[in-house]
């Protein structure tokens, strides 16, 4: 094999054992996306992965929208399950990427005039709960789990590792091509 060609393999398993070995961090940022029959809620939520890789402590939810507009901000967030025992959103915001397990309300304000949140299983019945009111629309149902989304956000190194791998591999691809 000629030097060239040792090399770039060299430097090509490299980069992928770089990329592949890298810590990733648990605090993240994510896609929020749930439909109800009053429209379409999107956002940007700020939390922490948790060592199970579906549960997410929310810390921040920001850039709410409904139905495509801008919606008003949503500062206070907790458990939809102590804001309704306590009247305040308290406890720990709890959402999944699989949709499973949700205990999550976002106000405006302590009382909850604008906002939305999904109520667990056990409080009301066996299912789980969808809530929205104000400028968020207003509605109360059954939690739709094909209506829901949260996806993790790639954080720039995770981009900049994959375009490295990436270009390595062209640059071996280009070497190739000149013998």
């Known amino acids: 094999m000629p030097l060239k060609s040792s090399l770039c393999y060299s430097v090509a398993l490299a980069t992928v054992a770089t990329a592949t070995l890298a810590q990733s961090a648990s605090a993240a940022t994510f896609n929020f996306s749930y ?7 999107t956002a940007t939520v700020d939390g922490t992965l948790q060592l199970d890789n579906n549960t997410v402590f929310v810390s921040s939810i920001s850039n709410t929208t409904f139905n495509g507009s801008p919606a008003p901000a949503l500062p206070f967030i907790g458990s939809y ?11 720990q915001a709890v959402l999944s990427l699989d949709g499973s397990g949700l205990d999550f ?11 939305f949140g999904f109520l667990p299983p056990g409080l009301i019945g066996p299912v789980e709960f969808f809530a929205s009111g104000g400028g968020y629309g207003s509605t109360f149902g059954v939690f739709v789990l094909a ?13 900049l590792g994959l375009l490295s791998v990436a270009g390595v591999g062209l640059l071996c691809k280009g070497r190739k091509l000149e013998k």
């Open 35 to 41: 439909t109800s029959s009053a429209g379409t809620i």
């Open 81 to 91: 399950l102590d804001s309704i025992l306590a009247g305040v959103g308290t406890g």
């Open 105 to 115: 309300v976002a106000c405006n304000t302590t009382n909850c005039i604008d906002g």
């Open 147 to 159: 209506n829901y989304s949260l996806t993790t956000v790639p954080e720039p190194a995770t981009v």
